[in-house]
């Protein structure tokens, strides 16, 4: 392709309407070169400093303008072994380290509660049909404990649990089932301005205080973040493309 010759003029279509631009000189004085070797790296004021712009006499040196910085104390713990406040623990005993009777009467209570106010929502027909007997922290532990063999031993169908693994000697799979369909940690309505979380606040508090006083963390300390399955609909959960995971709940 032949190249257009310099004398030729451009189309006006392909002009520019807009007027020539005009470089304006700068009316800020031009600031002295400066010999980084010449300037003390190990002098705090000197490294961080910000050179004023050069005086009219060339003989003066630049003037440095200091910079102060804030003291910084920090108290490092070092080489300090993380340790358990406890030991020798069952596994009940671990369980009811975190899962203490405060934890499970208050989930006793709650998913009574939230039992009564649907079922007094329901229908007269359906109310008979739904015969509720309430609850006890015992029969909470048992139902948790089902969740916590439903993760150990994972099946496709939950009522093979009971036909495969007998789990009928410790909870029916109906009562299961009306437990499970009722269980509540907070069955008050959401006030004004509460979080998202407010139904598990409570019961996430306490376990955390349990955490913190079962464990003394170790002075090496590193904090991940963690994608939480959620197959549900909520506003709260969190888009990653990179993780296996992709739009669950971030911890």
């Not at 009219?56 to 040196?61: G, H, K, R």
Request: aromatic share 12%.
């Amino acid at each position: 392709m032949l190249r257009p010759q310099r004398n030729i003029q451009i189309p006006l279509r392909y002009r520019s309407n807009s007027p020539p631009r005009f470089e304006q000189a700068s009316k800020q004085p031009k600031r002295r070169r400066i010999d980084p070797a010449a300037i003390d790296r190990n002098n705090v004021d000197q490294a961080l400093a910000v050179i004023a712009p050069a005086p009219e006499s060339i003989d003066e040196l630049p003037t440095f303008i200091p910079t102060e910085l804030p003291q910084f104390e920090a108290n490092y713990v070092l080489y300090r072994a993380g340790s358990s406040q406890y030991s020798n623990l069952s596994e009940l005993g671990f369980f009811e380290l975190f899962f203490s009777p405060i934890v499970v009467q208050i989930l006793s209570d709650e998913t009574n509660s939230y039992a009564e106010i649907h079922r007094h929502n329901l229908p007269h027909p359906l109310r008979k049909d739904c015969r509720w007997i309430p609850t006890t922290p015992a029969e909470i532990r048992v139902y948790l404990g089902i969740h916590l063999h439903f993760g150990l031993y994972q099946l496709a169908i939950r009522r093979d649990y009971w036909r495969i693994h007998k789990l009928g000697q410790f909870m029916g799979r109906n009562r299961f089932e009306q437990i499970h369909h009722y269980f509540s940690a907070n069955s008050a309505p959401a006030q004004l301005n509460a979080p998202w979380f407010y139904r598990i606040q409570r019961i996430a508090d306490l376990i955390r205080t349990a955490c913190q006083n079962a464990y003394i963390p170790s002075s090496h300390i590193t904090i991940d973040e963690a994608m939480v399955a959620f197959e549900g609909r909520s506003n709260h959960t969190v888009k990653l493309k990179n993780k296996p995971i992709t739009d669950d709940y971030k911890l």
